[in-house]
């Protein structure tokens, strides 16, 4: 019996499809400012590295080591409850890349740090009992969305500008955030029978899969339209334009999801999902070409 994991079951651990959403916000981040430059990219490849193989590495490794009693039943065959990642092996790798990634952070800069360390702490927060946010399908969804998308932007933002982005960054940071609530919801789909056997009060466990999904919907539109009208505010007319088609195209999925939620949900995480990302792209855009407002430094 091994009792170490090979190279090939602690990058299956690591998850990188999960890598692709703070990888978008950090860049959403960094175009957001509309400052990047040449003299830029050490900082923008280090941070990318930071949001996806670091940070969120680490968060899929210290939420697959609390969770490995709810995957025996989900996913049996994941690394851990099969055995391919023995003993405490699993918890090691959480403490080792959230290690690095606080290093990591550090070097980009005092408010890089500052929000990975934000981010890591979510990390653990959300997984690690006695708190273990994930239990609850308000908060858990929450703590989610902020360390994947609000600060993986705010961190984009911060390693270009050396300080903290300015107000309308940030809002668009909170929106997108809140936004994602809902996606993370219909994630919460998929280990509904593990969910429902360990007790954590998911939505759809809370309400049933139905209603989840209705407020998954109702909370993803209700967040972009407020940047729609934020981006109208500042006078980004064309922005808020296209934002707004891809709202419309999204409703129109969500009609279609709402039909069988559980037996579409991956199907609109492909489709919908992808909208959702690209108006936060055009979000970023729209704020790259203005002032983002006073920007708050540390001595």
């Known amino acids: 019996m091994n009792t170490r994991p090979n190279w090939r079951d602690i990058l299956e651990l690591s998850k990188p499809v999960t890598w ?12 957001s400012t509309g400052q990047a430059s040449a003299t830029h990219w050490p900082f923008i490849v280090g941070g990318v590295l930071l949001a996806g193989p670091m940070v969120c590495a680490a968060s899929q490794a ?6 490995r009693h709810v995957d025996a039943i989900n996913e049996p065959g994941r690394p851990i409850p099969s055995g391919r990642i023995p003993g405490r092996w699993g918890l090691y790798l959480g403490l080792f890349w959230s290690a690095v990634s606080l290093l990591v952070g550090a070097a980009l800069g005092i408010w890089a740090f500052v929000a990975t360390v934000v981010a890591v702490a979510l990390a653990w927060l959300y997984s690690a009992p006695p708190i273990r946010f994930k239990e609850d399908g308000w908060s858990g969804p929450a703590v989610v969305g902020i360390a994947y998308e609000g600060v993986a932007w705010f961190t984009g933002a911060a390693v270009i500008l050396h300080a903290a982005p300015g107000p309308y960054i940030l809002a668009a940071v909170i929106l997108y955030s809140l936004g994602a609530h809902g996606i993370m919801t219909l994630n919460d789909f998929k280990a509904l029978e593990g969910d429902r056997q360990s007790g954590v009060k998911s939505l759809p466990v809370r309400f049933g899969v139905e209603r989840a999904a209705q407020i998954a919907c109702v909370v993803m539109l ?5 940047v729609i009208a934020g981006l109208l505010y500042i006078g980004m007319y064309m922005h808020a334009a296209l934002v707004g088609a891809l709202v419309i195209a999204q409703a129109w999925l969500m009609t279609i999801l709402l039909q069988d939620p559980k037996a579409k ?11 959702y990302v690209l108006g936060m792209l055009i979000t970023a855009f729209a704020l790259g070409s203005i002032d983002g407002g006073p920007t708050w430094t540390l001595s």
């Not at 210290?62 to 969770?67: A, L, M, R, T």
């Not at 209700?222 to 407020?226: F, G, I, P, T």
């Open 62 to 67: 210290i939420n697959d080591w609390f969770d």
């Open 20 to 31: 692709f959403p703070p990888m978008w916000a950090f860049a959403c981040g960094v175009i």
């Open 265 to 275: 949900a991956p199907w609109f995480n492909a489709t919908g999902t992808l909208l």
């Open 222 to 226: 209700a967040a972009q339209a407020v």
